[in-house]
T-cell receptor
Framework: GEDVEQSLFLSVREGDSSVINCTYT??????LYWYKQEPGAGLQLLTY?????DMKQDQRLTVLLNKKDKHLSLRIADTQTGDSAIYFC??????????????FGKGTKLSVKP | DAGITQSPRHKVTETGTPVTLRCHQT?????MYWYRQDPGHGLRLIHY???????DKGEVSDGYSVSRSKTEDFLLTLESATSSQTSVYFC????????????FGQGTRLTVV
């Protein structure tokens, strides 16, 4: 079945770049997502990438996709203390199917130190 | 913010009692999902709905049932709550399977004692 793997923790200093990595197993995935969860809150979509793209940039966020290796990364430039949160990688593996379910990784907790 | 409301936001219940969580949306989205979030497991799908009265099981459906009698409401019921169902429950909605975004509610923290 589908599986999404992420490292559980990442600690960076304010102003540095953060890179959160994710691997997935389903080669039929069409959309891959990054969600952010702040303490006590729901999940907020940060960005997504379609599987025919290699890179997507959105302000401080850069998503890189290596489809051959099934590897997805999220780079946050100039990381701020407000970026401290849990980041979830997710894939949507069944385009057009009745499920449309998102398969989530376990989440990476990003801690930003001043 | 997408119009999703989960209720209650917090609940403590005793083992063996029935519990119903409600997800209400004002977006008229076709797809609705219930996930649970547990440490070390991320989010796992419990049940989902692809239309009124159309529901199906997810990865961790045992001990849960759902109902969707109208587009805007998706109910999750624990028929007889167990301590293993202590978790944070999230509802999500999506316009379609090809849509790029699923919107999440704020979550319901359920504690079964």
């Amino acid at each position: 079945g589908e599986d999404v793997e992420q490292s559980l923790f990442l600690s960076v200093r304010e102003g540095d770049s953060s890179v959160i990595n994710c691997t997935y197993t389903d080669s039929s995935s069409t959309y891959l997502y990054w969600y952010k969860q702040e303490p006590g809150a729901g999940l907020q979509l940060l960005t997504y990438i379609f599987s025919n793209m290699d890179m997507k940039q959105d302000q401080r966020l850069t998503v890189l996709l290596n489809k051959k290796d099934k590897h997805l990364s999220l780079r946050i430039a100039d990381t701020q203390t407000g970026d401290s949160a849990i980041y979830f990688c997710a894939e949507r593996a069944i385009p057009g199917g009745s499920q449309g379910n998102l398969i989530f990784g376990k989440g990476t907790k990003l801690s930003v130190k001043p | 913010d997408a119009g999703i409301t989960q209720s209650p936001r917090h609940k403590v219940t005793e083992t063996g009692t029935p519990v119903t969580l409600r997800c209400h949306q004002t977006e008229n989205h076709r797809y609705m999902y219930w996930y649970r979030q547990d440490p070390g497991h991320g989010l796992r799908l419990i049940h989902y709905s692809y239309g009124v009265k159309d529901t199906d099981k997810g990865e961790v459906s045992d001990g849960y049932s759902v109902s969707r009698s109208k587009t805007e409401d998706f109910l999750l019921t624990l028929e007889s709550a167990t301590s293993s169902q202590t978790s944070v429950y999230f509802c999500a909605i999506s316009h379609g399977t090809l849509n790029t975004e699923a919107f999440f509610g704020q979550g319901t923290r359920l504690t079964v004692v």
